[in-house]
């Protein structure tokens, strides 16, 4: 099989609610999605296409490129239709494989079950034709195969990318509560910024919103930050070719002229943890951290984007601590955030309620198996202005056609 050069399906997986972000991905990079859905977006392409989409993607969790598609009804089918396949032209004969799969099917009680019945069809099918058998295991550290097998439907892949693209890199120090990266990518992909007018983020915390914004806005992509993936264990894989992707990736990084990004918190060990973030992603000269209370960060008076990641209150007691934060942020925005547009991003929607200003959008995502809503305010300063931002950057998320049937 030459996956490098054979388009086939591409599978783009990411966490709940950040399909619209890498579907807006996928169209800046001039690729056409020909689906989406609450998870994924698909697209057609080879193994080429999927070193690309690895380097560049910042919203997604992995790249998944199809084998074979096809009914299956019991495991002795899918061990048949797996040892049909010419794994022989895929995995070094003494090289090393993971399984992992998503399976619902009544004949299967066990994920584990299913992950062995792939592994001994693909281990049969290798020493057959080779006369050896490669290794295999849990580690993501050679070839990774996945199956998804719902109902009668199930379809084989390559995971091209192994361990997860949501984390991308930088992140030497977590802090308290961070949220993941491709998720900060997610909120500022959906929001109203431009890309060059000033984005303040109050209670930063461990920078990853100020740090993906200041990436975004320069062109520099996460793989940049990253140098092992799955598809380099695939036979065929020409590093070469990957080397020359990285080096015009490197060669797209920008300076924009001007650009403001202002991060705070009250917290000195946060600003600090924040700091060391952003130069391992190497964009502290491009951040303006300080440390006070949110309600003296410094807003320049140009409008642009102003972003919130408050804590929701999880724990039994800390909501009704946590109202009157709400209801200063809200404050906060209408009395000094005038031309902005400002986003809080909140797991409670009723605190969200208490920041007292009506949302001009809810934006739904997931996070640790939480619903949460990215809240947008439009903060007009003196008589209402339609655009406080010009030329901003289309958001996807208009178009609420996403989800596939």
Same mark, same amino acid.
């Given at each position: ?29 001039? /690729? ?23 380097? #560049? ?6 790249? $998944? ?13 899918? /061990? ?14 003494? %090289? ?13 009680? @066990? ?17 057959? *034709?080779?006369?050896?058998? +490669? ?30 693209? *949501? =984390? ?7 802090? =308290? ?6 998720? *900060? ?6 929001? =109203?910024?431009?890309?060059?007018? +000033?984005?303040?983020?109050? $209670? ?13 806005? #320069?062109?520099?992509?996460? %793989? ?7 598809? $380099? ?30 991060? @705070?918190?009250?917290?000195?060990? !946060?600003?600090?943890?924040?700091? #060391?973030? !952003? ?53 906060? $925005? &209408? ?17 969200? &309620? &208490?920041? %007292? ?24 300063? %003196?008589?209402?202005?339609? =655009? ?7 958001? @996807? ?9």
């Amino acid at each position: 099989m030459q996956v490098f050069t054979q388009p086939s399906r591409i599978i783009v997986t990411c966490n709940r609610g950040l399909a619209p972000g890498v579907q807006q991905e996928l169209t800046e990079l001039d /690729y056409r999605p020909t689906g989406a859905f609450n998870t994924g977006v698909e697209l057609i392409g080879t193994m080429t296409d999927c070193i690309r989409l690895n380097l #560049t993607l910042r919203c997604a969790s992995q790249v $998944m490129y199809s084998l074979r598609k096809f009914r299956c009804e019991d495991p002795d089918e899918l /061990y048949r239709v797996i040892t049909a396949i010419p794994w022989e032209s895929l995995i070094a004969s003494g %090289g090393y494989f993971t399984v992992n799969s998503n399976v619902v099917h009544p004949s299967i009680r @066990s994920g584990m079950f299913a992950n062995v019945k792939v592994k001994d069809a693909i281990v049969d099918r290798m020493r057959q *034709a080779t006369g050896e058998r +490669p290794d295999s295991g849990p580690e993501l550290r050679g070839t990774v195969v996945y199956l998804f097998w719902r109902n009668e439907d199930a379809e084989i892949f390559i995971d091209t990318s192994g361990e997860t693209l *949501a =984390k991308h890199g930088y992140r030497k120090i977590p802090g =308290k509560a961070p949220m993941v990266e491709a998720l *900060a990518m997610g909120t500022i992909l959906a929001s =109203k910024w431009d890309r060059r007018s +000033p984005f303040v983020n109050p $209670m930063c915390g461990s920078g990853t919103i100020a740090i993906e914004a200041a990436l975004l806005a #320069t062109k520099r992509y996460p %793989g940049l930050l990253r140098s092992r993936y799955a598809f $380099m264990h695939v036979l065929g894989f020409d590093r070469n070719l990957y080397r020359v992707e990285r080096e015009r990736l490197d060669q797209l990084k920008t300076e924009v002229d001007g650009l403001q990004i202002l991060a @705070s918190d009250v917290s000195p060990e !946060a600003v600090k943890i924040a700091r #060391t973030n !952003a130069e391992a992603a190497d964009v502290a000269n491009l951040i303006s951290f300080s440390v006070c209370d949110f309600r003296e960060t410094p807003i320049p008076e140009s409008g642009g984007v102003l972003m919130f990641n408050p804590e929701y209150g999880e724990r039994m007691g800390e909501e009704a601590d946590l109202i009157e934060t709400y209801s200063e942020i809200g404050d906060f $925005m &209408k009395k000094k955030c005038g031309g902005y547009w400002g986003y809080v991003f909140t797991g409670n929607r009723e605190l969200g &309620k &208490k920041i %007292g200003l009506k949302p001009k959008r809810r934006i739904e995502f997931v996070t640790a198996q939480l619903d949460c809503r990215l809240l947008e305010f439009e903060l007009y300063s %003196g008589t209402r202005r339609e =655009k406080p931002l010009d030329d901003a950057v289309p958001n @996807s998320r208009e178009n609420p056609a996403y989800d596939l049937p």
